[in-house]
């Protein structure tokens, strides 16, 4: 799998939701079979003045909704910023095989603190890859932070 490639079309998405003064992060979702784009999406918190629109949580609903199942088996996603407790845990909860994020999130990354719960219960866990294009995608959240400030 092509992971910088994929990664680039997850900040193509955090450019879309910059255009639109959203938080500038974005998702796609790979078939690991077919290695192609199921769904993509991008933050639509202000959009929809609703404080859970994350793109990993709309890439989800829609991509569930569209494909008329529950679980997202086979499937990889990459997001621009590392997810917080709440879109790791909806990952999780679908099933989805693979995770890729580029920039970590100090402040309110999920990672590390839904692993916890993940070792201590029989949840499914992804496999997590982090730092991926951290650079880019780091810099594109900090210029953004930087200009409504």
Known sequence: ???DYFMNEALLEAKKALALKEIPVGAILVDNKTEKI???????MNKFNNAIKHCEI???NETCEALKQKYLNNM???VTLEP??????AISEVHINTLYFGAYDEKNGGIEKIRITFE???IFVPNIYGGIMEERCSKLLKDFFKKIR
């Open 76 to 78: 990889t996603m990459f």
């Open 1 to 3: 799998m092509n992971v």
């Open 58 to 60: 709309n890439i989800i």
């Open 84 to 89: 917080c407790s709440m879109c790791v845990s």
């Open 38 to 44: 199921i769904s993509r999406n991008y933050n639509q």
């Open 120 to 122: 201590r219960k029989n």
